[in-house]
């Protein structure tokens, strides 16, 4: 059972947050017996939840891998030998 596949989220994840975060949103504007503080944290809490849901979706579709550790590859290719460096 993994988060993370290929450096997004899995399918299940994104589904899951996303109906979860459309559930508390839901559920919160549609609890008047709720306090006020209460409604509010669920409201941007499920609001949250859906776009990180929805992005994370979106990147898929993309081929976006933002959890890649593709950057070190990058960063690795601009170091320079210690020689090089006295110059």
Known sequence: ??????????GWVRVT???????????????????????MVGFVLGFGMMALGGFSSRAHMLH????DNSYKKAR???????DEEDK
């Open 1 to 10: 059972m993994k988060l993370i596949e290929e450096g997004n989220f899995s």
């Open 76 to 82: 690795e290719s601009y170091e320079t030998k210690g």
């Open 64 to 67: 976006i891998k933002p959890f």
């Open 17 to 39: 947050l996303f109906v979860l975060g459309l559930v508390v949103f839901g559920g919160s504007l549609a609890s008047d017996w709720l306090p006020r503080w209460t409604r």
